[in-house]
């Protein structure tokens, strides 16, 4: 039976390819972003997925079908347990938590050559995905609840039943979308450094560490003492002088 448009666009967007990769390794790639398909199919997306018709892929001859593991987060919060100034700001002490989202991916061997394809899929996967997470990049997760931007990946390990015949054919992706990114951290930063520019005042006093500072530093003859010489020159002046004993034996 025939799909809608719009069911097609639901399937590839929420089942075949709900993974992207971003930055890192896809940093120089248009837009510095790869959907998870593109990884999976490879050359065969044309000809094996798209069953050489552009306009109606078949959308039960992909790799691999995606589907959310129970369990995903959008709201995710810790109560404070410490000690609190007063019992109205404990009682209202929520601390935010990253959020978890897993993904299921099923991908038995199908048709001749099937298990090979398979295993040089999974093997050519896991080493872009180093190489990604290496880079430093991050991923995008796309589910019907929500959708998880810059995204970490924890795991990726089998989860097979014994329902099934066929070893290793489900994977579960682990991801989790932490409550701090390097953009936001960058913006922070970029902010700082903005009024350190433009001369905003800083408010506390500075704080001095290391030697003591040489300038306005004086001794008990009221000389002042300047240099790297401070330390020792503080030292020898508030020392007594010491007059040699003649004939002490």
């Known amino acids: 039976m025939p799909i809608s448009a719009l069911q097609a666009v639901y399937r590839l967007g929420y089942e075949i390819s709900p993974i992207l990769l971003t930055g890192g390794l896809m940093a120089d790639i248009p837009f510095g972003a790869v959907p998870i398909v593109a990884l999976l199919e490879g050359p065969s997306?044309?000809?094996?997925?798209?069953?050489?018709?552009?306009?109606?892929?078949?959308?039960d001859n992909f790799f691999a079908r995606f589907i959310p593991a129970p369990g995903g987060t959008i709201i995710s919060n810790a109560i404070g347990e410490y000690p609190f100034a007063n019992q109205a700001v404990a009682a209202n002490a929520t601390i935010a938590q990253p959020l978890d989202i897993s993904l299921r991916m099923i991908c038995p061997a199908r048709g001749p050559g099937g298990y090979s394809n398979k295993t040089s899929t999974l093997i050519a996967l896991k080493s872009t995905l180093e190489l990604h997470i290496q880079s430093g990049g991050t991923f995008t997760v796309i589910t019907p609840g929500a959708i998880y931007p810059n995204s970490l990946l924890l795991d990726l390990r089998d989860i097979t039943g014994g329902d099934t015949r066929q070893a290793q054919s489900i994977w579960q992706w682990t991801f989790r979308k932490p409550l701090l990114t390097s953009e936001s951290a960058a913006s922070v930063m970029s902010q700082m450094m903005d009024k350190i520019t433009n001369g905003s005042q800083l408010t506390g006093n500075p704080t001095w560490s290391g030697a003591i500072p040489s300038i306005g530093v004086t001794g008990p003859q009221s000389a002042p003492i300047v240099g790297a010489q401070a330390t020792g020159a503080l030292i020898a002046s508030s020392t007594p002088a010491i007059s040699p004993v003649v004939g002490v034996r």
Request: charged share 5%; aromatic share 6%; net charge negative.
């Open 45 to 59: 997306i044309v000809n094996g997925a798209l069953g050489g018709n552009f306009g109606a892929p078949d959308l």
